[in-house]
């Protein structure tokens, strides 16, 4: 059985899942926006990414004999300056997010809840991957430095990214 102190952090982290889906998604419309069908594409497949973290904390809820609250998920931005303005945004998140990640480990410690404790380990080392995967664009994204055929090329290499749904647990 889940503490509600527990359940009321999973809830929270439930919401902070769907808030960067829907982030996400803001950033794949400004993409589109700026005929960016690539980055646009990246952003889509990050959305279901971050959907797909949602539905995993759900379960684990629902698998502890806990309830899911769902709450209001706040507005996104709608622009940023820059294709490098918006993936440097994503990196500031997913670091919020990893620290948010590390607080519920640390709740779990606290509280003697090694399953739960368990179960977060997998968003521990999903977080190296995620803060990663932005960083690499950003790498990109200044090397290109902002030019007009480099810019296409790593639009390009954008679209080839897929969603592979992670694995049950
Ligand atoms: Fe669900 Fe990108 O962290």
Redesign the pocket.
């Known amino acids: 059985m889940l503490s509600e102190k527990m359940q009321n952090a999973l809830n929270s982290q439930i919401n ?2 769907i808030y ?1 889906s829907y982030l996400y998604l803001a950033m794949s419309m400004y993409f589109e926006a700026e005929d960016l069908a690539g980055a646009a594409s990246w952003m889509r497949t ?1 959305v279901l ?2 959907m797909s ?2 539905d995993k904390f759900m379960s684990y809820v629902n698998e502890r004999g806990g309830r899911v609250f769902l709450e209001a998920i706040e507005k996104p931005a709608v622009s940023w300056e820059s294709p490098l303005d918006a993936f440097n945004g994503a990196l500031d ?2 670091r919020f ?1 990893s620290a948010s990640i590390n607080d519920l480990v640390s709740l779990a410690r606290e509280e003697k809840d090694f399953m739960s404790d368990n179960f977060f380990q997998w ?1 521990v080392a ?2 190296v991957e ?1 803060e990663a995967s932005v960083s690499e664009v950003i790498r990109m994204f200044k090397l290109a430095g902002g030019a007009g055929g480099g810019l296409l090329m790593i639009d390009r290499e954008l679209g080839s990214r897929v969603f592979t749904p992670p694995a049950t647990n």
Do not use: L, P
Request: proline content about 0%; cysteine-free.
């Open positions: 902070k899942e960067s990050q990414e971050e973290h949602a998140h997913e997010i968003f999903e977080q995620e």
